[in-house]
């Protein structure tokens, strides 16, 4: 057993991957739980995760989240786009803003969306996606 570890040729020290690193070999479902735990930690309400696997041809889960003014939800939406990038994945799109009470974020494999509250009613997604299985809802 060699008991020396390898050092790069510039001298630097490398660094091991534990399992508290995602990197990015995070599934799409870890991601999207990503997003629905920042989500809870900003105050976002209703949250939901569904899994549409096998009902979309875009996208294997949504997460949808209520906020409360336009603030709050570009707040979120930059959130969750950090963490995700810290987990090795950068969005693919991004659409709408607060003021429009709306923010679609698509991370290719799952996206969020971010509504006030009346928009969420309008948009009726969990309606419009009701063949998905439901696997977390955070009130």
């Known amino acids: 057993m060699n008991d020396n570890p ?7 020290p490398t660094t091991e991957s534990t399992d508290e690193v995602a990197g990015p070999t ?13 989500t809870s930690e900003h105050l976002g309400s209703d949250i939901v995760l569904l899994d549409t696997r096998g009902i979309s041809s875009f996208a294997d889960f949504f997460v949808i989240v209520s906020g409360e003014t336009d603030r709050h939800i570009e707040s979120m939406a930059d ?5 995700v990038r810290a987990m ?3 969005i693919t799109h991004r659409e709408g803003s607060g003021r ?3 923010v679609l ?5 799952f996206v969020v969306h971010l509504f006030t509250r009346e928009q969420r009613e309008r948009y009726g997604l969990e ?3 009701s063949r998905a299985t ?6």
């Open 6 to 12: 390898k050092k790069p040729v510039d001298g630097t």
């Open 26 to 38: 995070a599934s799409n479902e870890d991601l999207a739980r990503a997003a629905v735990d920042e």
């Open 79 to 83: 959130d969750i786009s950090r963490r």
């Open 88 to 90: 090795g994945v950068h």
């Open 100 to 102: 429009g009470g709306w």
């Open 105 to 109: 974020l698509d991370f290719t494999g």
């Open 127 to 129: 309606q419009l996606w």
């Open 134 to 139: 439901e696997i977390v809802r955070v009130q």
